[in-house]
């Protein structure tokens, strides 16, 4: 196998943290190459170096055996490296071919790139129109047009971040074999994901980093996941457990739910009902864009139900907003972390204020006490491990990951009686998710009930008592998680809302 590209001692500082330290690594021409990593390992620093987004402090990086230095994303496309971020860069009011011509230095005629988009995405089993509007489209079909506006750039080096985190099983499989072809024809991919069991089933090799040094390389075809997993972190990895796990009095109750968002590409919640016990994890799995941030919205008090109602231990609370339920027990932890769960630009110790202030007790006389308030923010970054030089870096500055673990810690430290979670574990490396997943099982232990929303199926086996399915805003009737099949689950996802339920 022929070299495609090398890299070579590539370091990058920031202020307080090296974020790469010496990484060396080598991908061959057709090769799928991994690169794993726990959060705040270096992946995202090194890859926006390989794009042109970051310029290295030292080290040199060669492509196809001649020097590669991008000084911008521009540069990169030109010399034949393309990049499917983890979060996608689209407009949900423009078309398809829209938002692809926007991506492009050079777009042809619109008419000429509807016919490339068409012609492309059907010869790589990706099948677009791309007269549809963004907003209508399901994750998976957006993520199909981020890979389309790549490929009609004919990369030799297509860099992949986290591409599966939003996608059903089945969709996954399209892209493999969409990956697989690419691979066949040349194509050389760098594949970042937390899952592992991906990465066996498709990358040909794998550079582990640590800290942001290169750790070890490995073949993930014959190299366990766990194996993987313990070289990432440097330990031997935790695996949850749950203690007890008998269920108490019914603390939440929703009634005949109807919903409308204003957001005019969100989904309209139909008649959903649930009930959650103290000391119960009620999992609620479905493909992205089928009502999850509603729901969530809906729970939280963000948003008021249109009809139907509500219930906290007895009492109607669907006229209360999100301070209100806080104070008597109901958190939520929504999916974007970034800009809904932590303002951005505003510190940790700030972030910890925003949701924090009613169950801490953390102002008096409507002034914030901002010592208790760091000292909340440090108690956070201590007991989840969250890798900051301290609580008052901006949010901005975490890794996705990191940043994860601070607003689940926020809200598991405020012992609430009801949790609403949505992704977890979204973007969290395998340890990381471990220990999330059992200070929600621990949460749990204590009494507490939990909605837990997530795209990944195995966490939701692995930690719920009940598992439901949104699909086009309707709820499942809940099924015990323990037993059901992949294939029970798949029709439940699918929208099968007749399916027995004898066993409850």
Known sequence: MTELLKVVGLTREYPGVRANDDVSFSIGTGEVHALLGENGAGKSTLVKMI??????????????????????????????????????????????????????????????????????????????????????????????????????????????????????????????????????EGTSILYISHKLEEIRALCDGATILRLGKVVGECDPKVTTARSMAEMMVGQTLHVPSREGGETGNVLLEVKGLDFAPANPFGTKLKNVSLTLRAGEVLGIGGVAGNGQDELLSVLSGEARTGKGAVMFEGQDVSHLGPNARRKIGILAAPEERLGHAAAPNMSLTENAALTATIRKKLSKNNFLNWKKTEDFAREIIKAFDVRTPGPGSAARSLSGGNLQKFVIGREVLQEPKILVVNQPTWGVDASAAADIRQALLDLAARGAGLVVISQDLDELMEISDHFAALNEGTLTAPRPAKGLTVDEIGLMMGGAHDMEVAEL
């Open 51 to 184: 794009y042109g987004l970051e310029k290295p402090d030292a080290g040199t990086m060669q492509l196809h055996g001649s020097s590669y230095a991008p000084q911008n994303p521009q540069a990169a496309r030109a010399a034949g490296v393309a990049m499917v971020f983890q979060h996608f860069s689209l407009f949900e009011a423009l078309n398809v071919a829209e938002n692809v011509a926007l991506g492009m230095e050079n777009p042809p005629k619109m008419r000429e790139l509807a016919a490339s988009i068409r012609e492309v995405s059907e010869n790589y089993g990706l099948p677009l129109d791309p007269d549809r509007i963004v907003g209508d489209l399901s994750a998976g079909e957006r993520q199909r047009v981020e890979i389309i506006r790549c490929l009609l750039q004919d990369p030799k080096l297509l860099i992949m971040d986290e591409p599966t985190s939003v996608l059903t099983p089945q969709e996954v499989e399209i892209l493999f074999k969409t990956l697989r072809k690419l691979q066949s």
